[in-house]
């Protein structure tokens, strides 16, 4: 058996994510038909490094290959690009030992990005657009909240039974913000992160900022000391932007 790793980028806007589902277009299943294709009848096995949401993007997604043949790989990567859809690209493939641990990185980078200046109908897939506007400097004293490390189960998609077999203890490295041309990006770096973890952050910091609820609410909720709140943000405007090994 041969071994590779894929860095692949997507538009994740019209995808159910990247893990596959029966019936669904996503963007693991959407690889492993172009693997189909391009190789007929051969014996594969593909793992992603990052499980993403629906509707969320990605600029260096990473994904463990194992391939029963060894591929000429510009020809191969050529052929994946030409069958897969056009929200899909494989930007390299190399050649890795078989023991790659495609999971065990050392960080992940993903931003957020929040349009609080007026819509671009050329760019909104890729935003989050407010209704309202945000209280930029109230939004950053609530992020401050999440860096280090805490049981971030209130801030995750999971349910009680799920936490058996997924840790939420998680520790977020650092939570940059900057501004240009009217985008508002935040960007959070950590080992790993958990279902819907950052898109929830990012939700109970747009609505203190809305003045919905004070920071004593979030501390409690993230202490564990009260249940899940129901604010979840758009998925648009989650990228995952680098994978560190």
Known sequence: MYYYLFTIQYDGTDFCGWAKQKG??????????????????????????SKTDSGVHAFDQKAWVELNFQPNVEGFLKALNSSLPLGIEVTNIEEIRKDFRV?????????????????????????FLPKKQLNLIKLEEALNLFVGTHDFYNFSGLKKEETELIETKRTIN????????????????????????????????????????????????LALNEEKMPYIANPEGLMLKKINY
């Open 24 to 49: 669904q277009s996503t963007i693991q299943g959407e690889l492993e038909g172009a693997i189909s294709r391009v190789a007929r009848n051969s014996i594969f096995r593909l793992v992603g490094a």
């Open 174 to 221: 650092s939570i940059e913000t900057k501004i240009e041309e009217d985008i508002f990006t935040i960007t959070f770096k950590g080992k790993g992160f958990i279902r819907y973890q950052i898109r929830m952050i990012v939700g109970a910091c747009i609505a203190y900022s809305l003045d919905k609820i004070d920071l004593y609410k979030i501390k409690n909720v």
């Open 103 to 127: 999971r065990n990185c050392k960080e992940k980078t993903y931003e957020y990005k929040i349009n609080v200046g007026k819509n671009n109908v050329f760019e909104n897939r890729y935003y």
